[in-house]
């Protein structure tokens, strides 16, 4: 069964830190770009935001501007996850935190990724 889990989430304060796992079963993430996205409580069913995403062989990275400088992304294909570390956490990143794959490139769209977790929730508090 083909199935991607979220893990890591948590309460933190501002300015803390937290490191998310996107784990894969049933698949090989390895050819996939991993994408993460985040989804504020507040605004459910409002379009997912793309934060970062990572190439098969995480030789290429890219960062949202909301979060560039302090998340970083990476990836273990012998693991078979991608991880996100998060730095200098800011209320306005509380939010529902996804993984998601795509074939071919990363790409903003949503829309355009393939499998999905469950997502993970991170707040951060003032």
């Known amino acids: 069964q083909v199935q991607l889990v979220e893990s890591g989430g948590g309460l933190v304060q501002w300015g803390g830190s937290l490191r998310l796992s996107c784990a894969a079963s049933?698949?090989?993430?390895?050819?996939?770009?991993i994408g993460w996205f985040r989804q504020p409580n507040q605004a459910p069913g409002k379009e997912r935001e793309g934060?970062?995403?990572?190439?098969?062989?995480?030789?290429?990275?890219i960062y949202a501007d909301s979060v560039k400088g302090r998340f970083t992304i990476s990836r273990n294909n012998v693991k078979n996850t991608v991880d996100l570390q998060m730095n200098s956490l800011r209320p306005e990143d509380t939010a529902l935190y996804y993984c998601?794959?795509?074939?071919?490139?990363?790409?903003?769209?949503?829309?355009?990724?393939?499998?999905w977790g469950r997502g993970t929730q991170v707040t951060v508090s003032s």
């Open positions: 998601a794959t795509r074939r071919y490139n990363c790409h903003r769209d949503e829309r355009t990724y393939d499998y």
């Open positions: 049933g698949f090989n993430l390895s050819s996939y770009y």
């Open positions: 934060i970062s995403c990572i190439s098969p062989n995480g030789g290429s990275t």
